[in-house]
């Protein structure tokens, strides 16, 4: 029997293409006009890579633990800034939501709180402000201490990339770092600075990381997996 999928067409997308989500859910990617009717023979020759993959991730989740999406957190476990924060909601009439902090590393949500969506995108947007705070102030120091310079950097909540840097050598990172191992943000941190020099993954590139992260094989091995410490509401 075939597993349950959502259809995404990409205006990008030149072939199929298979993803399946953190949680599990599978989305086939199509080029924009493709003839869905062909996807269920697709799926069929690639029944087993499905069942691995998804085993995988089923295995992953019992090993890192993980909440359902649906489920509001009540811990945030920030383990780039070594930060566990104790998360409170208060329901009251105003309308919206709103995030205070305390001094005790506990956060207070005020409102709406019985919306789990406006819940979701308020603790979002909390993650995304937490992460231009130390985020930024992380790359500059690192930028500085292996003399490789950039020119702007900001912050967002990128589905798929941990970071990115352009020929302008303008660096974009992901919120979600944050949730990472402090040592996987700062191999981030290097490779994205590293391609201010190489923009591109040549000899030239691997070398040059190398260079400032002699272990950068097995971090970046391990970045592969790095999105399974993301916890699910993030990736709404």
């Keep these: 029997m075939l597993p349950s999928y959502t259809v995404r067409e990409s205006h990008k997308a030149k072939h199929v293409s298979l993803k399946v989500s953190v949680a599990g859910s599978l989305e086939v990617v199509v080029p924009q006009g493709y003839d869905q009717t062909a ?11 499905i069942n691995r993959v998804t085993q995988q991730v089923e295995t ?3 090993l890192i633990g993980s909440e359902p999406a649906d489920k509001l957190p009540a811990q945030l476990c920030l383990r780039a800034i070594e930060q566990a924060w104790q998360i409170e909601y208060c329901p009251t009439q105003l309308p919206g ?3 205070i902090e305390q001094a005790d590393l506990s956060l207070t949500l ?5 919306d789990q969506h406006a819940c979701s995108e308020a603790l979002r947007q909390w993650v995304l402000g937490k992460a231009r705070k130390h985020l930024l102030p992380w790359l500059r120091t690192v930028s500085q201490e ?3 310079p950039f020119e702007t950097a900001s912050v967002r909540g990128q589905k798929t990339r941990w970071g990115s840097c352009s020929s302008r050598k303008t660096i974009s990172l992901n919120c979600k770092l944050l949730f990472l191992p402090s040592e996987l943000v700062r191999y ?14 040549s000899a030239a ?3 040059l990381v190398a260079h400032y992260e002699p272990n950068y094989q097995q971090l970046d091995a391990s970045l592969r997996d790095a999105r399974y410490h993301v916890p699910l509401w993030m990736e709404t």
Aim: charged share 15%.
């Design 39 to 49: 996807i269920p023979a697709i799926l069929q020759r690639k029944q087993r890579w």
């Design 60 to 62: 992953r989740h019992a």
């Design 205 to 207: 590139f691997w070398a």
């Design 188 to 201: 981030v941190l290097i490779h994205e600075l590293c391609h201010t020099v190489h923009l591109n993954h």
């Design 110 to 114: 005020f409102g709406q709180t019985l």
């Design 146 to 148: 292996l003399e490789l």
């Design 97 to 99: 939501i709103r995030a």
